[in-house]
């Protein structure tokens, strides 16, 4: 399968502070990203579906301003959280769409303090 | 309403002994069917997936799937587990006729496997 990674693997940072997730498709063309949250124990909850070369579409409930989504190119996708807060502590994980279902990134662990 | 349902929160089995897990749907109409795992702190790995054709899907790992129609389910199976399957499972469904954003995330089985 199509291979996505995500960077950094794991972040800490400060309340307040701005974190910026980067999602890459290595072997192939993306033209659609997802992103996910996930709370420990569990299920993925999609927060927004990135096109590239345009506005992402946020799930209901999720804040566009503060969750900043960038497609700029087809392998590339970046999630920015903004004045992050504890509760912004999650894992993230993005995906690519593929012809008929997504490939998954390892994921990055966000802590904020 | 629409759903995806696993059924079972967690759980444990002995290393060698088989396994089931379940997943059930609901929507009208034959979705796509996956099954991923995730292993602690890592991201998610497809077992295997069904579209269409024969019922029993083969999947990596030493993994099948049944899909029945009649049942509305997608169970998991591995006759002879290894303590390195110990992961979440989760069951996904991609409506039929939605595009592939619509994945719909089971809430997951936790396995634990006992030496």
């Known amino acids: 399968g199509a291979v996505v990674s995500q960077h950094p693997s794991w972040v800490i940072c400060k309340s307040g502070t701005s974190v910026k997730i980067e999602c890459r498709s290595l072997d192939f063309q993306a033209t659609t990203m997802f992103w996910y949250r996930q709370f420990p124990k569990q299920s993925l909850m999609l927060m927004a579906t990135s096109n590239e070369g345009s506005k992402a579409t946020y799930e209901q409930g999720v804040e566009k301003d503060k969750f900043l989504i960038n497609h700029a190119s087809l392998t590339l996708s970046t999630l920015t959280v903004t004045s992050a807060h504890p509760e912004d502590s999650s894992f993230y994980i993005c995906?690519?769409?593929?012809?008929?279902?997504?490939?998954f990134g390892p994921g990055t662990r966000l802590t904020v303090l | 309403a629409q759903s995806v349902t696993q059924p079972d929160i967690h759980i444990t089995v002995s290393e060698g002994a088989s396994l089931e897990l379940r997943c059930n749907y609901s929507y009208g109409a034959t979705p796509y069917l996956f099954w991923y795992v995730q292993s602690p702190g890592q991201g998610l790995q497809l077992l295997l997936k069904?579209?269409?054709?024969?019922?029993l899907v083969q999947g990596i790992k030493g993994f099948e799937a049944e899909f029945k129609r009649s049942q509305s389910s997608f169970n998991l199976r591995k006759p002879s587990v290894h303590w390195s399957d110990a992961a979440e499972y989760f069951c996904?469904?991609?409506?039929?006729?939605?595009?592939?954003?619509?994945?719909?995330f089971g809430p997951g089985t936790s396995l634990s496997v006992i030496p």
């Open positions: 996904a469904v991609v409506p039929w006729g939605s595009s592939y954003d619509k994945v719909i």
């Open positions: 995906s690519a769409a593929g012809s008929n279902e997504q490939f």
């Open positions: 069904y579209f269409s054709g024969d019922t």
